[in-house]
């Protein structure tokens, strides 16, 4: 019953910023762990970033490691996903990710619930 809907996304170019939402309803946003993925045309879905039921632990996939932050709001039901200093190399489809885990989750797979995506672009 967990229902999650990703916003924020668009063309921007190189070196721009971005924040992404998650709006999270069904359940009791607090206990779940949160993810960030991408997926590109052609290549396999990949952590950008997680972020610990309390909000108090982070993990970063290598490539977005400076530059991207995640964040949530428990009052409100919201993870965020700040970018900044896009890259071309960027540009893809970025899921919003939900687990009912005590730890942060750093594969797609032991996500068990999922948003529509929303895609990113970046000019050069």
């Known amino acids: 019953q967990v229902q999650l809907e990703e916003a924020g996304g668009g063309l921007v170019q190189t070196g721009d910023s971005l924040r992404l939402s998650c709006a999270f309803s069904?359940?009791?946003?607090?206990?779940?762990?949160m993810g960030w993925f991408r997926q590109a045309p052609g290549k396999e879905r990949e952590l950008v970033a997680a972020?610990?039921?309390?909000?108090?632990?982070?993990y970063y996939g290598d490539l977005v490691k400076g530059r991207f932050t995640i964040s949530r709001d428990n009052a409100n039901n919201i993870a965020y996903l700040h970018m900044n200093s896009l890259k071309p190399e960027d540009t893809a489809v970025y899921y919003c990710?939900?687990?009912?885990?005590?730890?942060?989750?750093?594969?797609?797979?032991?996500?068990?619930?999922w948003g529509q995506g929303t895609q990113v672009t970046v000019s050069s």
């Open positions: 990710a939900a687990d009912n885990a005590v730890f942060i989750r750093e594969h797609a797979t032991d996500y068990d619930y």
């Open positions: 069904g359940r009791t946003f607090s206990i779940y762990v």
């Open positions: 972020i610990s039921r309390a909000g108090d632990r982070t």
